[in-house]
């Protein structure tokens, strides 16, 4: 004998949501963009929407429509950032895909030269650089100002010193003076 229960029928609400990729990334910001298709969920019932970052940080989106935008800032140099848009509604909330952007080494003047400020950048470039990592090479680095290395608690590497990667840009010294090299 085979005893079956009762029928129940239910409907799942089609809210498909996307994390898109950052946009706008500089040294301490950066804008994230998601988007979102409510299908068939009414206006009434959405309460929120906006982000995760690195699975702890929520920062909630003011745009409406379907796609919206945070600026994110008060970020790290040259750090990876993972980050998910989410829509919370009346009957759940919805994460889309993570995505990750790191954010630059250093800023950028408007002709697109990496600026190096100070002997904290001076000891940023000569990581990079020795790390390998190739989003550094052929760029042209120009000193905003002068920099002076006494008193520094950097032991700081020459650029391009590791034999493995040597340094592959330009360096503009705009008539800036590094002092009190050892």
Not at 25 to 43: C, E, F, K, P, W
Not at 127 to 151: E, F, M, P, R
Not at 171 to 181: P, S, T, V
């Amino acid at each position: 004998d085979t005893l079956l229960g009762t029928t129940k029928t239910f409907t799942t609400l089609p809210v498909v949501i996307a994390t898109n990729p950052a946009t706008d990334i500089q040294r301490s910001i950066a804008t994230l963009n998601g988007s979102v298709d409510y299908g068939d969920v009414s206006s009434s019932n959405i309460l929120s929407k906006g982000f995760i970052v690195n699975s702890n940080d929520t920062v909630y989106s003011t745009a409406g429509g379907d796609d919206f935008t945070y600026n994110l800032t008060g970020l790290e140099a040259y750090t990876n950032y993972l980050y998910s848009a989410f829509v919370q509604t009346t009957y759940g909330t919805y994460y889309g895909n993570t995505q990750s952007f790191t954010t630059l080494a250093f800023d950028k003047d408007s002709s697109d030269k990496y600026l190096i400020a100070d002997s904290m950048d001076l000891a940023l470039l000569a990581q990079v650089v020795g790390n390998g990592d190739i989003n550094y090479n052929s760029h042209t680095y120009k000193l905003a100002n002068d920099i002076t290395l006494a008193n520094t608690s950097n032991n700081i590497k020459a650029i391009g010193h590791y034999p493995d990667n040597p340094f592959k840009g330009t360096f503009d010294g705009n008539n800036h003076i590094i002092y009190n090299i050892n």
